[in-house]
């Protein structure tokens, strides 16, 4: 039966080009061919047939045609009981649209309710059957939606994470996020017909996606009930007790009038337990695309995020010994190597105590689930109790092992890295051969035609761009190259990427890159991502909080000559430094100094935190410098430039 089945004997059968009939000696196989074609072909390419539009191709489309226009307003409404998360995503969600592009704010309409009732409520203001109380409700509701549907259709108002600026030639989609339960059918249909209506917003079109978080988990919820009455101003002045007594009541009088979404007409996205299922109902166009599957990746589970620079590569004494120039491709030099080693003992430590305190956790979630490419958490993976009970004892684990399939790896971690030579060298460590995912998304920013010139240069050069540049550094565009904007659509697979890991994750990559990468993990607007200071031979570690955001250190693992001479502010390469930098006079390009150096971490844990870095003045940042000129361009003073590469 198994090989009738089998499409690759079907196909050996009838290429036969003859059979033997015992009488009448060989004769052809049934010609199977029509018109040139062969049987074969349905199996390779199905029906040549052309395409074509009828009565029912075009209704079974009319939903996509609808929904796939480009629309600049788009609401998402949440939809669940309370406890389901829905605030969490909405967080989520909002930073996550912010840095793409999007201009995103949250209308939490909990915030409405506390102070239309002046202070938190009891459990029996939620009663459906308490009219005074739903009609305060509704009104906190109208006016929460009221001040949405203002703020997507005045452009004067800006978001609360990305302010508008008068320099950028970008024109922003708008995306309101509507934070409450709406747990009715008749909420929810007032709720669209509000953003739908074209005679209340004439030439305003929106669209509207409904996401409802569904959770049945006992052990779930209780683990979401407990964050909310330790974090929500409804229960800050009671004890955990008689706010978990409420909550639970509240719940209950949700769960007397909640109806679940049915109606298939709507666009909608089910969200369960916090991402293990999802349900996705007419849900097209570009947005798709990135809602879904960040929806998708984000989850509750803890895991540290590592992003450092490439090693350094050779300075120019080196090169001049080696009679060579400045290349994109050049191997690590000694300061290069030395980072790559002691980059190895960080992670170890790192990942090890990572391991040991989920093994403690009274919850250890199984490693070998959630991650990406291919459901495993690099090759072998890790996850049961024995696996991490032999990682913290330091013993071989035999089910993790490099590439070569043999030899066993010390620590679990997911690493990616650019293409570029010293960056996959930086973790390149000997007698490891960790898997590395090498990404042509983490390559530095491309500078087209302008490539290896100076700034200074191009100043006189090409003033009319360079003025363009110092009045959006973010979105200019080198000519045949990208800009800054230009990063995050190719980062956004990354970001989700790292999101669905559930286990420590390293990233390699390059100044321009990092900084946008950094503009994520910090909640903070992109377009300043150009004045994010990433000094070398330092990790940057991000480990998720519970309300969806991210906490940072910063680890120094590793002193050298080139850190105590180099501008540790200075972003825009990757190779050694020589000299301290200078600070141009006045230049709108210019970067302040560091007022304190970044404390170095102990190898023990015992870390004091990061000293701050001084903000710089939001110059942009570009790679291939190597000059330490002090030019000025006519009317534009600049800085001098590091002879380093990004």
């Known amino acids: 039966m198994g090989e009738a089945l089998n499409p690759s004997k079907e196909v050996a059968q009838d290429a036969s080009p003859s059979v033997n009939n015992g009488d009448n000696g060989m004769h052809q196989q049934p010609n199977h061919e029509v018109e040139g074609r062969s049987a074969t072909d349905y199996y390779a390419k199905g029906s040549a047939e052309a395409a074509t539009e009828n009565a029912l191709t075009l209704a079974k489309i009319k939903h996509r045609l609808r929904l796939t226009k480009k629309d600049e307003r788009l609401v998402i409404v949440l939809v669940g009981l309370p406890g389901r998360g829905k605030s969490f ?143 929500s101003p409804d229960y800050k002045l009671m004890d955990v007790t008689e706010a978990m007594a409420d909550l639970l009541s509240r719940v209950k009088k949700y769960e007397e009038a909640y109806e679940t979404i049915e109606d298939d007409s709507m666009s909608y996205i089910k969200i369960f337990n916090l991402s293990s299922k999802m349900l996705v109902n007419h849900i097209y166009g570009r947005m798709a695309k990135s809602i879904v599957p960040a929806l998708m990746a984000w989850n509750i589970g803890t895991r540290p995020v590592f992003v450092c620079r490439a090693g350094q590569t050779m300075n120019e004494s080196e090169r001049a010994n080696l009679k060579c120039i400045m290349s994109k491709s ?222 940072e250190s910063q680890h120094r693992v590793l002193n050298s000559p080139a850190n105590s001479h180099c501008d540790l502010t200075s972003m825009d390469d990757d190779m050694d430094c020589d000299a301290q930098s200078t600070v141009g006079l006045g230049s709108p390009l210019m970067r302040t100094h560091m007022t304190s150096r970044l404390s170095v971490s102990s190898h023990r844990g015992r870390e004091s935190p990061p000293e701050v870095i001084s903000p710089l003045a939001a110059p942009p940042i570009w790679g291939d410098h190597n000059s330490n000129r002090n030019l000025m361009a006519p009317s534009l003073p600049l800085p001098s430039e590091s002879n380093m590469m990004e």
């Open 89 to 231: 995503i909405a967080r989520k969600l909002q930073n996550f649209l912010t840095w793409r592009g999007s201009e995103c704010r949250v209308f939490n309409v909990g915030k409405y309710r506390r102070q239309a009732a002046d202070g938190a409520c009891a459990a029996d203001f939620f009663d459906s059957k308490n009219e005074a109380a739903a009609q305060m409700r509704q009104k906190a509701a109208s006016l929460a939606l009221d001040d949405m549907l203002q703020w997507l259709d005045n452009e004067d108002l800006s978001g609360t994470t990305t302010p508008a600026t008068a320099t950028s030639r970008v024109r922003k989609d708008r995306v309101g996020i509507f934070d409450a339960t709406n747990s009715t059918r008749e909420r929810r249909e007032w709720v669209l017909k509000e953003c739908t209506c074209g005679i209340k917003r004439p030439g305003k079109p929106t669209g509207v996606v409904f996401v409802e978080s569904i959770c049945d988990d006992k052990d779930l919820l209780h683990a979401n009930f407990m964050t909310k009455v330790n974090n």
């Open 330 to 551: 050049e191997d690590l030099g000694p300061q290069g190597r030395a980072f790559r080693d002691a980059l190895f003992s960080h992670m170890k430590e790192e990942c090890l105590d990572f391991i040991n305190r989920r093994q403690k956790a009274a919850f250890s979630p199984n490693l070998n689930t959630g991650t990406s490419i291919n459901g495993n958490m690099n090759r072998g993976g890790f996850g049961s109790h024995r696996d991490l009970a032999s990682l913290c004892d330091n013993k071989e684990e035999e089910g993790y092992v490099g590439t070569d399939g043999v030899t066993p790896l010390p620590f679990p971690c997911h690493i990616m890295s650019s293409t570029m030579p010293r960056a996959r060298q930086t973790v390149a460590w000997e007698d490891m051969p960790y898997p590395v995912e090498m990404l042509s998304n983490l390559n530095p920013l491309d500078k087209g035609d302008f490539m290896g010139q100076e700034l200074e240069d191009l100043a006189v050069k090409s003033p009319g761009w360079y003025n363009q540049l110092v009045a959006d550094p973010f979105y200019t565009r080198f000519p045949g190259g990208e800009c800054y904007g230009d990063l995050t659509s190719r980062l956004e697979s990354v970001v989700v990427d790292i999101e669905q890991q559930v286990g420590p994750v390293l990233v390699i990559s390059h100044v321009s890159v990092l900084q946008v990468l950094v503009a994520y993990f910090r909640n903070t607007p992109v377009e300043d991502c150009t004045s994010i200071a990433l000094p070398l031979n330092t990790v940057l570690k991000f480990t998720p909080a519970k309300g969806g955001g991210w906490q």
